[in-house]
């Protein structure tokens, strides 16, 4: 039975590669250092290949075993012609047809999308999105991204970059971004101006992990942290209940651990900002599936790509 899917999620510290089943369980999984490959696109893309080799062979698969491979870029990626635009963090891959040349290798049907893409898709089939039609999915770290299902599907905007909800214009007169804009949601929350920012009010090094515990003991410069990030979120996000009056806004990543701090001042500056019908309607909800959100979404795309 064709029903499993080899599910790559790409990350700038690991690769995650595991086989998922039917239902959207991981029930194989291995992990790679991402940094042994960054020097050379081709020694990344011939380790896809072997491990992938080596994953259908350990589990005594056939590759017609396989419904197809699914793999979670972080980057601009073109869905639908399978090209690699750019990477975040890993140099040299500009125009990469992918989605071909792991085709070409492993006689495997591919698809490749945005990793951000993949968790959206895999938290909307399985995780806090079930069942709901129109879900944002905002991921925090050292980048802030974002994903769309609209009307139960995923938008990928006309050249596949929808979504690049870290790049909205808080402040027009803000700090300059990566992007070449200026004042963008990232500059906000991102977890570099974070640390920069967490450091002028401890006055040291200080990880946002530390912060977060020190707001459960309810510090008081802790607790001002959160609640002023959480004032920058919901103002970002204020805009996108106004445009897209979405059910639910689904909030991943590295910070989503504060969440306790977090998602009710979220909701609070959305229900101030935002037109009242949109903002009585949103949830702002914790993603569900952690780590295995990119491999669980591979599933997802394959099976949309393949079955619809
Ligand atoms: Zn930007």
Redesign the pocket.
């Known amino acids: 039975m064709r029903r499993l899917i080899l599910g790559i999620d790409i990350g700038g510290t690991n690769i995650k590669m595991g086989l998922i089943n039917h239902a959207g369980r991981v029930i194989y999984r291995t992990n790679l250092a991402t940094r042994s490959f960054v020097q050379d696109k081709t020694l990344l893309i011939e380790a896809l290949v072997v491990h992938s080799q080596d994953i259908l062979l350990r589990n005594r698969l056939h590759r017609k075993d396989l419904l197809g491979i699914g793999i979670g870029l972080p980057g601009l990626i073109d869905f639908k012609h399978g090209l690699v635009n750019c990477l975040v963090n890993i140099h040299g891959w500009k125009n990469v047809p992918l989605k071909k040349i792991i085709e070409r290798k492993l006689k495997i049907s591919t698809f490749i999308d945005n990793d951000v893409n993949l968790m959206t898709l895999a938290e909307w089939r399985y995780g806090a999105g079930r069942g709901i039609k129109n879900v944002v999915c905002l991921t925090l770290g050292t980048g802030v991204g974002g994903g769309l299902i609209i009307e139960n599907k995923l938008y990928r905007g006309e050249g596949f970059t929808a979504g690049?909800l870290?790049?909205i214009?808080l402040n027009e007169e803000g700090p300059q971004?990566?992007?070449?804009?200026?004042g963008?949601?990232?500059?906000y929350v991102g977890n570099h101006p974070l640390l920069e920012k967490a450091k002028k009010i401890f006055k040291r090094h200080i990880s946002l992990e530390e912060i977060n515990q020190l707001a459960n003991k309810n510090n008081s410069r802790a607790l001002e942290f959160w609640r002023e990030v959480a004032v920058h979120l919901g103002n970002g996000l204020s805009g996108i209940v106004n445009l897209l009056n979405p059910q639910c806004i689904i909030i991943g990543g590295g910070i989503a651990n504060a969440h306790r701090h977090l998602f009710r001042e979220i909701s609070t500056t959305i229900q101030r900002r935002s037109l009242k019908i949109p903002a009585k309607m949103v949830k702002i909800l914790k993603a569900k599936l952690g780590d295995d959100a990119g491999m669980i979404g591979a599933q997802v795309l394959v099976h949309e790509a393949t079955l619809s």
């Open positions: 690049e870290g790049h214009p971004c990566n992007c070449g804009g200026y963008c949601l990232e500059r």
